[in-house]
């Protein structure tokens, strides 16, 4: 059985910083594509990122270049969201998700498994 668990979410002023965790069970990250999206209020899901050993690692979203990185623990199975100077439009649910392959997506019906989301608002 696949399953994301997301971490880290939480309140945080206009410029700061957090860093998200997924934890991954039931598939590997040599294997499978992952990716993190987001979902602000009233909002359709974007992708932000997506990286897999075949395809490497795809920006989709302009507006996070530069502040936000991705990155992995093969050992524990995990990936991170590590975001900074974060803005009142970073705010939403932020999802980890993984399609299934080794193939990554852009759009969020390709993807077959999901964590339950982890809450970032931005707020001064």
């Known amino acids: 059985q696949v399953q994301l668990v997301e971490s880290g979410g939480g309140l945080v002023q206009p410029g700061g910083s957090l860093r998200l965790s997924c934890e991954i069970s039931?598939?590997?990250?040599?294997?499978?594509?992952v990716a993190w999206f987001r979902q602000a209020p009233g909002g359709e899901r974007e992708n932000l990122f997506c990286?897999?050993?075949?395809?490497?690692?795809?920006n989709y979203l302009d507006s996070v270049e530069g502040r936000f990185t991705i990155s992995r623990d093969n050992a524990k199975n995990t990936i991170y969201l590590q975001m900074s100077n974060l803005k009142f439009g970073d705010t939403g649910v932020y999802y980890c998700?993984?399609?299934?392959?080794?193939?990554?997506?852009?759009?969020?019906?390709?993807?077959?498994?999901w964590g339950q989301g982890t809450q970032v608002t931005v707020s001064s």
């Open positions: 998700a993984a399609p299934g392959s080794e193939v990554c997506y852009e759009t969020a019906r390709m993807y077959d498994y």
């Open positions: 039931g598939l590997t990250l040599d294997r499978h594509a």
């Open positions: 990286f897999s050993d075949s395809d490497g690692t795809i």
